[in-house]
Nanobody, 127 residues
Framework: EVQLQASGGGEVQVGGSLTLSCALSGFTYEGVSVGWFRQAPGKEREAVAC????????YYLSSVKGRFSISIDNAKNTVYLQMNKLKTADTAIYYC????????????????????WGQGTLVTVSS
């Protein structure tokens, strides 16, 4: 059974940092892509970052480039999202998701491509 367990959310002040984790279980296929999405109140879910497990290619939402970093520990089957210089606009529920295929620059942000989703973890950035 494929499972994604997201954790690491919490409350932090503007300018602070958090690291989210997404523990993957139920598959080891090297060709998957793992993404982080977020959904703020009243807004649609948007793609934040993605990493392709095979070659480690990463993609980022323009507003988080230079502040967020996605990485994968294949030995632990865990994907991380390091978030620095957090802003109030980053407040949202963050979800990790898996696409069983490799994503590309033109497709990584399309949430309908992702096959499995974690339960979400809340990040609150206060001023």
């Amino acid at each position: 059974e494929v499972q994604l367990q997201a954790s690491g959310g919490g409350e932090v002040q503007v300018g602070g940092s958090l690291t989210l984790s997404c523990a993957l279980s139920g598959f080891t296929y090297e060709g998957v892509s793992v993404g982080w999405f977020r959904q703020a109140p009243g807004k649609e879910r948007e793609a934040v970052a993605c990493i392709t497990r095979g070659d480690g290619t990463t993609y980022y939402l323009s507003s988080v480039k230079g502040r967020f970093s996605i990485s994968i520990d294949n030995a632990k089957n865990t994907v991380y999202l390091q978030m620095n210089k957090l802003k109030t606009a980053d407040t949202a529920i963050y979800y990790c998701a898996v696409d069983l295929n490799r994503v590309y620059e033109s497709t990584w942000w399309w949430r309908n491509l992702y096959d499995y989703w974690g339960q979400g973890t809340l990040v609150t950035v206060s001023s």
